[in-house]
């Protein structure tokens, strides 16, 4: 495997994981129930939280993470890499699709838990029962999880198309060499000259 893949692996890994490490904090430290306040006119106050900015942080690395991953390996659809055969083609095709499609969930989950996570926007609400809402468990943590799979498929996908770009490169270089028995000139002899005399006494002793 070249170097440019392994970089762009491990510095695309490394934001998936930053992604979900942030969204599990997000989850922890994300407003529950027994943290708001509710008044007498049934309003809900809402105290800080840091699943606000976590969440952005979040989703911020998951998308950079994407732009990375799909600038460098580009779309399934474009020509920009040749086209796997067999199962490379099938896998390739797989991940590429199921990456943006946990990513799209992942950026989605994210998004509504910051949103109900937003003190400001919260606490001028009303409610007409005696509970306050709030962001239901495992909202954080689907969108953490989510967007590690994404991460994830998006480099097998990667992974995918560069070894099909490994192997034709190298099987253009084998086409350029010509494989072959060293061809010799055959050396002609020397001619040699002989006196007439010589070949009538061999006719005639």
């Not at 838990?113 to 468990?137: H, I, M, Q, S, W």
């Amino acid at each position: 495997m070249e170097r440019k893949v392994v970089a762009v692996c491990v510095a695309v890994g490394l934001l998936g994981f930053l992604s979900a490490a942030l969204a599990f904090a997000a989850e922890a430290t994300r407003i529950k129930a027994s943290d708001v306040e509710q008044t007498r006119q049934f309003r809900c106050t809402y105290p800080k939280s840091p699943a606000l900015a976590l969440g952005l942080l979040s989703a911020f690395a998951l998308i950079v993470a994407q732009v990375i991953i799909n600038t460098v390996a580009g779309c399934i659809c474009c020509t920009k890499h040749p086209r796997p055969s067999g199962n490379n083609w099938m896998v390739a095709l797989i991940c590429f699709i199921t990456s943006w499609v946990s990513f799209v969930l992942a950026f989605l989950l994210l998004l509504t838990g910051v949103a109900l996570n937003d003190r400001r926007t919260l606490e001028r609400r009303y409610f007409d029962n005696d509970e306050c809402y709030v962001v239901k468990p495992g909202v954080f943590a689907g969108g953490a999880v989510s967007s590690f799979t994404s991460v994830a498929l998006a480099i097998v996908y990667y992974v995918a198309l560069s070894s099909k770009n490994a192997q034709t490169g190298s099987s253009r270089q084998n086409q350029g060499i010509v494989m072959g028995y060293p061809q010799v000139a055959p050396t002609q002899a020397t001619p040699v000259f002989v006196h007439e005399d010589t070949y009538n006494r061999q006719q005639f002793p």
